[in-house]
């Protein structure tokens, strides 16, 4: 992967990813996604492919749109979730995995999620009805309540065999006479009062439900659980037959905030997500095993504490036929394990490769997932066994096979002692050919959360979406992404350090490291930068605009002050959390913590990037920097993406992100004689 060659940004955003993997029952063959680039249509697509075990063959069931998600039913049959360019996404099904694919569902709002139940499946979605409130509409026009919509969010049940015979019966009956026949499907969630629908699971005649009252993130507080007690088959016949079909539900008395994670393949008992201690963004939830019985009594008593002694978020959990498994953040790698109710956590060995945070373990007990290490980019893996028995992992694609003449540098965990003596682990990227006795520039790569992390990977996904980190390698700079404090993989401790210390603590973490690589002696200090989107964004502007070692940075929807983003974002909880108040109760803290607050002696050269249509940082933070620091003759450029929320999801406008920060950080760490705004973004 080192032969010399440098990759272009196109290069970078054109590689095909594997994104999803699942094994059949029998794992003699596995389905998976690949992420490709629709230059033309200026999307992203997931494709779907099928490996055959026995033979080594590959089959491409798909060939354009988006599958986002896919489920087996049986050994031969695949039902996915699938969007074409001005669709909304659709349930489809391959029988026999020959021919076309049947659509099952056409939904007005489109299809969120959906997944098997019996001899049939379950599906979320908006109720369209709901969704366009005709009456209020026609008197006032368009206009919303802010966070006080009644949610549209709901559950559908329909059956393959129904559906077909409902295609059939419509080609043969008088086009009139077409909306009389009863559509082979009921709405499931109609017996409950309206809310929002987050996640639902199956099992033996019971539907458990995830829920809020409201579709607002502010509402997540007031999340609550049900379960649904219907025979799905027999309410489908009523309804087809024209009558009323029954059911009847009960809310969980569940601990505040607790959530269903899992259903027991017995349908007897669940796995239970709980945050013991307080409800806090920071706060790391626990695994807890529920017995199933009087539901509406209180549960906590009955709730038996699973992961008490591993001290890690879970990524992702599975319970089927061969136990429970799980995925977690241990440092800068991804676990995956089995977990017993009796609270042991067995890590599975999967040979120096490491997993993505889902995974998916067939009933047959094979695993299939994402894998990848410091020189391995994303390639299928599966087991040949069942995962009990230990068995060695094989790879099945070959996508590594993309980098063969590319330079793509090395990539290793770094670590060293913050200002207040905390430990800090970083990914360090190194030109191929580094050597320690010469002076790189460096550029800090900060990730976003703050509660996520960088991984050890050849590629994460913003390195070729959002920052052109082999581009800054193949130049001779240096790129660190410090897992900084309140980042994952550490435990609880670690995790909450930024509390009521944003920035300052951050701030803490990135100027150490530059201390420790001047005392390696191999980087330049008179030319660092920082870059970061979201949460990394303001740690990039916090140290922009409070500390003077940076020669420039890049703020990528990142916080300007947390009292503007507390007034105008989605999770204004957020704050109240990391802040431990509100800006009226407590303005020193969020002076504190504020990059504006540093203006008055602002002087670093600042890029910014703010997708216009943010809910989760709004346009203002940018505005404000942007202001602030043209007031005070600071070079400063404000780049807009007015289809874009709070990330970039298209290619041509990842292309952007990239080539400004190459161009930003070229001319201020590297050549003085380019441009740091090329001519070209001047579009008169």
């Known amino acids: 992967m080192n032969n010399g060659s440098h990759p272009t940004i196109d290069d970078l955003i054109s590689l095909k990813v594997p994104v999803k993997a699942k094994a059949n029952p029998s794992g003699d063959k596995i389905a998976y996604t690949v992420r490709t680039t629709n230059w033309n249509k200026n999307r992203y697509e997931n494709l ?50 020959f021919g076309e694919p049947m659509q099952l569902i056409e939904h007005e709002t489109g299809v969120e999620s959906f997944k ?75 017996i409950l009062p309206p809310m929002k629908i987050i996640e639902f699971y199956y099992n033996d005649s019971r539907i458990f439900l995830n829920t809020r009252p409201k579709d607002p993130l ?40 607790a ?20 409800r806090k963004f920071y706060t790391q939830a626990d695994i807890w095993h529920l017995e199933l019985d009087d539901l509406e009594e209180p549960q906590y008593p009955k709730m038996k504490k699973l992961t008490e002694a591993l001290d890690r978020d879970i990524g992702y959990i599975e319970w089927g036929a061969h136990g429970i498994f799980l995925s977690y953040a241990n440092e800068t790698v991804i676990v995956y394990a089995n977990l017993t109710l009796d609270g042991k956590v067995n890590k599975i060995d999967l040979d120096e490769i490491h997993g993505d945070f889902a995974f998916n373990i067939s009933d047959g007990g094979y695993l299939a997932f994402i894998g990848a290490n410091a020189e391995l980019f994303n390639e299928v893996y599966y087991t040949p066994l069942p995962v009990t028995q230990e068995p060695s992992l094989i790879r099945i694609t070959d996508y590594n096979h993309q980098f063969e003449d590319w330079d793509m540098g090395i990539v290793e965990t770094i670590e060293w002692e913050s200002v ?50 082999v581009q800054f390698n193949n130049i001779g700079v240096l790129i660190l992404k410090p897992n900084y404090r309140g980042s994952i993989g550490r435990g609880q401790t670690f995790k909450e350090l930024n509390v009521n210390n944003l920035g300052v603590g951050d701030l803490w973490d990135l100027e150490s490291a530059i201390d420790h690589l001047d005392e390696e002696g191999y980087i330049d200090t008179e030319n660092v930068g920082c870059m970061g989107w979201s949460q990394g964004g303001y740690i990039s502007a916090f140290a922009g605009l409070r500390s003077s070692r940076f020669k420039a940075v890049s703020v990528g929807a990142g916080i300007s002050d947390w009292y503007t983003y507390h007034i105008s974002n989605d999770i204004p909880q957020f704050t109240n959390h990391y802040l431990s108040s509100n800006p009226w109760d407590n303005p020193k803290i969020y002076e504190k913590t504020a990059p504006i607050t540093g203006i008055k002696t602002a002087k670093t050269p600042t890029l910014i990037q703010h997708g ?21 003759e600071v070079p400063v450029e404000l780049f807009i993406y007015p289809e874009m929320a709070h990330p970039i999801t298209k290619p041509r406008e990842c292309r952007a992100v990239m080539q400004q920060n190459l161009d930003w950080f070229v001319h201020y760490l590297v050549d003085s004689e380019s441009e740091p705004v090329p001519k070209y973004w001047d579009k008169k």
């Open 612 to 632: 216009a249509k943010d809910k989760r940082v709004p346009l203002s933070n940018a505005m404000e920097i942007y202001r602030a620091l043209k007031a005070k």
């Open 420 to 469: 207040d003596g905390t430990r800090i682990q970083g990914i360090m990227r190194k030109p191929s050919g580094f050597d320690p006795s010469k002076k790189y520039p460096l550029l800090f790569d900060v990730h976003g959360g703050p509660a996520s992390f960088n991984r050890e990977i050849l590629l994460e996904p913003y390195d070729y979406q959002r920052y052109p980190v």
């Open 218 to 257: 502010v509402y997540n507080s007031q999340a609550e659980s049900y379960v649904i007690d219907i025979d799905l088959k027999q309410a489908l016949e009523e309804h087809m037959g024209g009558g009323a079909w029954e059911g009847s539900f009960v809310k969980m008395n569940l601990p505040e905030q």
């Open 48 to 97: 779907l492919l099928v490996y055959f075990v026995p033979t080594g063959e590959e089959v491409h069931l798909t060939h354009s749109g988006d599958v986002t998600d896919f489920h087996w039913r049986g050994d031969n049959d695949i039902l996915m979730l699938k969007g074409e360019e001005e669709k909304k996404a659709q349930i489809w099904m391959f029988e026999n995995l």
């Open 116 to 190: 098997l139940a019996d001899s049939g499946l379950l599906f979320l979605a908006e109720n369209p009805e709901k969704k366009k409130n005709q009456d209020l509409t026609n008197k006032f026009g368009e206009v919303t309540h802010f966070e006080m919509e009644e949610s549209a969010s709901a559950l559908y049940y329909t059956e393959p065999s129904r559906v077909k015979d409902y295609v059939n019966l419509t080609k043969i009956t008088i086009e009139d006479q077409v909306k009389e026949i009863p559509k082979p499907f009921i709405e499931v969630s109609e």
């Open 259 to 278: 959530s269903i994670a899992a259903v027991n393949p017995s349908g007897k008992s669940l796995l239970i997500t709980y945050k013991e201690r307080d």
